[in-house]
């Protein structure tokens, strides 16, 4: 079975969808991740007219560009939130993505005390019947407080459910995590789901995020293990530049041009 490997359309903050996949488009991809992260970028948002999200299915389908993820970054522990999440799950099934992605959240309560993974499990568990009802896997990010893969296993294995994994992003485990990722990797790679490939240069807490072989990640390590593992989750390119961000489009375009021939030249087919 071939590795589905698409584009975050994250890589292209700051512009429009189109333009993200018209990018992804002329590198060779034929996948992509659409972001709908409230207040950073919504290039797909439920409250988008019908007639815009048809435009956009159109344009998909014009550049035999397949959305088979969504960024849906919610606050997953606040309850006030769980609606917009709920709506970013109904528009990923509006699209025909298989997965949705988001980050735990601050796992907070409200008397600032943390919240055990018990309860935050917990609170992921509520979305289980919307994930079934829509034939979707919510895969968890290494993120913020949740910035390793062994944590989020915990977490995962808390849940139960298969329907809830993790994603892996490689670069988020070191600017969040400060891990090894190849072994951080090791200790979970059994409920990673998803990865978003991403590179990190600089110091860990420096946001610096280059095109893929041009940080300091060892991605044969990564890729290694994977096999080892017999795993073949979906790869989605994520580039998030510098915290000055890219200068134009053409400096993204070319990033995920690189991307894609730092993937090709490693033996994987787009």
Partial sequence: MKRIIGVNSN???GYSIEEAIRGASAAGFHYIELTATKGW??????DQSFHRLLEVK???KEYNMTPFAMSGHCNLMDRERMEDFIENI???AFFG???IVSSVGEAHLKDQAVASNETVAQHISDFIPYLEEFDMTLVLEVHGEHGNGNILKE??????NPRVKINYDTANAIFYGGVNVADDLKNCADQVAYMHLKDKAGQQKEWNFPALGEGEIDFSEIFKILKENENRCPFSIEIEFTKKGP???KEIDEAVKKSALYLQQAGFEL
Avoid: W
């Avoid at 970028?41 to 439920?46: C, G, M």
């Fill in 11 to 13: 890589c292209y903050h």
């Fill in 41 to 46: 970028t919504e290039h797909v948002f439920p």
């Fill in 58 to 60: 159109k344009l998909l």
């Fill in 90 to 92: 109904k528009l990923a």
């Fill in 97 to 99: 993505c298989d997965y």
């Fill in 155 to 160: 977490i995962v294995n808390l849940v139960g």
């Fill in 247 to 249: 200068r134009d489009l």
